[in-house]
C-alpha cells in the first residue's frame, strides 16, 4: 500500500512571496489533515478534511493560509504572503475515517525555510 | 493541556527489548492511547493504539495498566534504526486531531 505522497520536499523563498505544497493521500482515505510542525516542537493541526469538506480550520491562519481538497482525493495547501514564522516542516497525514480508532498515517513533509 | 507525562530521553542497547513508559493519570473511559514515532526528517509513524486491552502487531506491544492510567510501549528487539522521537497520546473518541507533546527521544545504541 502506498502511503502519503507530499512534494515538494524542500522549499526555501523569501519572505512576503507565495509557496503551495501538494498531497495525495493514501487511496480510500476520506480524511485529510495538515499539521504544521516547528522545529523542536511536535505536529500541530492546521486543518481537517472529511471528502472534499472543511471539518476544522479553527487553527489555520487565514489571512496568509488557505487550503482546499478538490474531488475529495489531492490536496494543496498555500502560504500568501509568507512570514519569517512560516518556517516549518508541513505534514499531510490521512485517515479512513475520523473516528478515535482510526490511525492517521502521515507523509515525510515539505520543509519550508523563509529568508 | 499536557494529557501524558513521558521521560524526555533515555536509551536502550541494540538487540534488548526497550520499554517506553507514558502516564496518562486524567485519561477518560473512551479515550484512546497511541503511540507514533518520528525518525529525523521523517513524518510521524503511527506504531500501535489501544483503549483498555494490551495490544500486539508486527512492531510493537502496548501494555496498559488496568487503571488505564498508564501505559507501557515495548519494542521487543531494539535496532539503531528504532533511533528515534515516541510520542504517546491520549485521543478522545470525538476528537479527530492528534495532540503531540514532547515525547521521549530514544537513542538505540550498538
Known amino acids: 500500500e502506498a502511503g502519503v505522497a507530499q512534494s515538494p520536499r524542500y522549499k526555501i523563498i523569501e519572505k512576503r512571496q507565495s509557496v503551495a505544497f501538494w498531497c495525495n493521500p493514501i487511496?480510500?482515505?476520506?480524511?485529510l489533515y495538515w499539521y504544521q510542525q516547528i522545529l523542536g516542537q511536535g505536529p500541530k493541526l492546521l486543518i481537517q478534511?472529511?471528502?472534499?469538506?472543511?471539518?476544522?480550520d479553527s487553527q489555520l491562519p487565514k489571512d496568509r493560509f488557505s487550503a482546499e481538497r478538490l474531488k475529495g482525493v489531492d490536496s494543496t495547501l498555500k502560504i500568501q504572503p509568507a512570514k519569517l514564522e512560516d518556517s516549518a516542516v508541513y505534514l499531510c497525514?490521512?485517515?479512513?475515517?475520523?473516528?478515535?480508532?482510526?490511525?492517521?498515517?502521515f507523509g515525510d513533509g515539505t520543509r519550508l525555510s523563509i529568508l | 493541556d499536557a494529557k501524558t507525562t513521558q521521560p524526555p530521553s533515555m536509551d536502550c542497547a541494540e538487540g534488548r527489548a526497550a520499554n517506553l513508559p507514558c502516564n496518562h493519570s486524567?485519561?477518560?473511559?473512551?479515550?484512546?492511547v497511541y503511540w507514533y514515532r518520528q525518525i529525523h526528517s521523517q513524518g510521524p509513524q503511527y506504531i500501535i493504539h489501544?483503549?483498555?486491552n494490551n495490544e500486539t502487531n508486527e512492531m510493537a506491544s502496548l501494555i496498559i495498566t488496568e487503571d488505564r492510567k498508564s501505559s507501557t510501549l515495548i519494542l521487543p528487539h531494539a535496532t539503531l534504526r528504532d533511533t528515534a522521537v515516541y510520542y504517546c497520546?491520549?485521543?478522545?473518541?470525538?476528537?479527530?486531531?492528534?495532540?503531540f507533546g514532547a515525547g521521549t527521544t530514544v537513542t538505540v545504541r550498538a
Open positions: 497525514a490521512s485517515s479512513a475515517g475520523t473516528g478515535a480508532n482510526q490511525p492517521q498515517h
Open positions: 478534511f472529511q471528502n472534499n469538506g472543511v471539518v476544522d
Open positions: 497520546i491520549v485521543r478522545p473518541h470525538n476528537d479527530y486531531k492528534l495532540s
Open positions: 487511496s480510500g482515505h476520506a480524511t
Open positions: 489501544g483503549l483498555k
Open positions: 486524567t485519561i477518560s473511559g473512551n479515550e484512546y
